[in-house]
């Protein structure tokens, strides 16, 4: 009989408190916030469901929450195409293996402020590199700290070039893990190039698909510093995400409750349309 031992959890243990004290206790003591006011002093007042209620409600959140999917949905269909086709494109054998490989995952060691201010000094539309080309080489009209639509498109190219390696990277691990032997039966049965990116090399693929775009939706759908270092959620609101009005809301207007409250329902959407990502693309594996 093959016995347990149970020693081995003393090895877990200081994960699991560590986990506690970055998580768990900030998440109670968020919890505690959502149901209650305070005026300070340490004196609570209880709210019930209220803050959840006023957030629900609000047009400020249905519009920053809109902002925010949108976002996030942009991201999705460029990077994981994108990021298939760079990947598809690298060679699988050679010297220059390492090199791209390198320079794939140069944009990522990269922190995220300080890319947030390469792109606004990089962009700005009289001294930065990109908005002085715009302007003045190709005369289009540039110039995010006042067009919307500049803005936007400024805050997607610069989340492409920071996180489109990490799908590059994920899809190459999963093209190189295919046999050779897969490749030579679909060239003696003539297969054209296309069919052997959609019967071989893209099921092989799904597994770390899956968690790319999972990644993805995730890393997009909770961004912040990028973005405000960048624009600050300007011009005017355009570019403020639901992660910029939550920090406005508990550090610019120091209303603790409806930020906790907030806090909670972006946590359950994050979670909820996570799960429903991962059903869907291993809806297949499970039947």
């Given at each position: 009989m093959k016995t347990e031992n149970q020693k081995a959890w003393f090895f877990v243990l200081p994960v699991l408190l560590l986990v506690a004290f970055n998580a768990l206790i900030p998440m109670m003591t968020v919890v505690n916030y959502s149901f209650q006011e305070t005026f300070g002093d340490n004196v609570f007042f209880w709210q019930g469901v209220d803050w959840f209620e006023q957030i629900l409600r609000s047009d400020r959140f249905h519009a920053a929450l809109g902002r925010q999917f949108m976002f996030t949905a942009l991201i999705l269909v460029i990077e994981v195409p994108l990021g298939i086709a760079i990947a598809l494109s690298m060679p699988r054998k050679g010297f220059w293996v390492p090199v791209c490989l390198v320079l794939m995952a140069l944009p990522m060691l990269i922190p995220w402020n300080v890319v947030g201010a390469m792109w606004n000094i990089f962009t700005l539309p009289d001294i930065g590199l990109l908005g002085y080309f715009l302007n003045h080489v190709l005369g289009i009209n540039y110039?995010?700290?006042?067009?919307?639509?500049?803005?936007?498109?400024?805050?997607?190219?610069?989340?492409?070039?920071?996180?489109?390696?990490?799908?590059?990277?994920?899809?190459?691990?999963?093209?190189?893990?295919?046999?050779?032997?897969?490749?030579?039966?679909?060239?003696?049965?003539?297969?054209?190039?296309?069919?052997?990116?959609?019967?071989?090399?893209?099921?092989?693929?799904?597994?770390?698909?899956?968690?790319?775009?999972?990644?993805?939706?995730?890393?997009?759908?909770?961004?912040y510093t990028e973005p405000f270092v960048l624009t600050g959620g300007g011009p005017g609101n355009?570019?403020?995400?639901?992660?910029?009005?939550?920090?406005?809301?508990?550090?610019?207007?120091?209303?603790?409750?409806?930020a906790a409250a907030m806090s909670l329902i972006y946590f359950a959407i994050t979670l909820l349309v996570s799960w429903l990502f991962y059903t869907l693309m291993t809806k297949d594996d499970l039947n």
């Open positions: 110039d995010m700290t006042q067009d919307p639509l500049a803005a936007w498109v400024t805050i997607i190219t610069m989340d492409v070039w920071h996180w489109t390696s990490l799908v590059v990277l994920l899809s190459y691990a999963g093209l190189v893990s295919i046999p050779d032997a897969y490749y030579q039966a679909a060239k003696i049965d003539g297969a054209s190039n296309w069919s052997v990116f959609r019967f071989i090399q893209l099921p092989k693929m799904k597994t770390v698909l899956t968690i790319a775009i999972l990644l993805r939706f995730m890393d997009s759908f909770n961004i355009s570019t403020t995400l639901l992660s910029i009005d939550l920090v406005k809301i508990a550090l610019g207007q120091f209303d603790l409750g409806p």
